[in-house]
């Protein structure tokens, strides 16, 4: 399962910023602004998490992820979606691993969906 998400887009970056946020936040995250423009998305409860672990649903299992905003060199605007670092196995064993890995797979659909319904994806790479 990929680690990041590159999704490049012919947009402006505060732009680029709102749609991202906007799909995170229709599959269930709260976006908040992170530094030099990144965001930062949590999904779910880490206290029942920790408590039922794999067995929480895909809203309640506890999910980070976050995206980077920068410009290429080729001036394109490009939207790095990063999972949180390999904390899914301790919040779930083998669950927690499938649901960390559904909910990061979810999210870059979502997000690409957004961008290319608008007529702004260029690329976009898993990594």
Request: charged share 20%; hydrophobic share 40%; glycine share 14%.
């Amino acid at each position: 399962m990929p680690e990041s998400h590159d999704f490049f887009v012919a947009a402006d970056p505060g732009s680029v910023r709102a749609r991202v946020r906007g799909a995170l936040v229709r599959e269930g995250y709260t976006v908040e602004d992170g530094e030099q423009g990144a965001l930062r998305a949590t999904r779910g409860s880490m206290g029942l998490t920790l408590l039922i672990g794999g067995l929480a649903n895909d809203r309640t299992f506890h999910t980070r992820l976050d995206v980077q905003i920068m410009v290429a060199s080729d001036g394109r605007t490009v939207a790095r979606l990063l999972r949180g670092a390999g904390t899914s196995a301790l919040k779930g064993g083998a669950l927690g691993v499938s649901r960390g890995n559904r909910a990061f797979e979810q999210a870059a659909n979502a997000i690409h969906t957004d961008l290319a319904q608008a007529g702004v994806l260029t690329e976009s790479i898993p990594g």
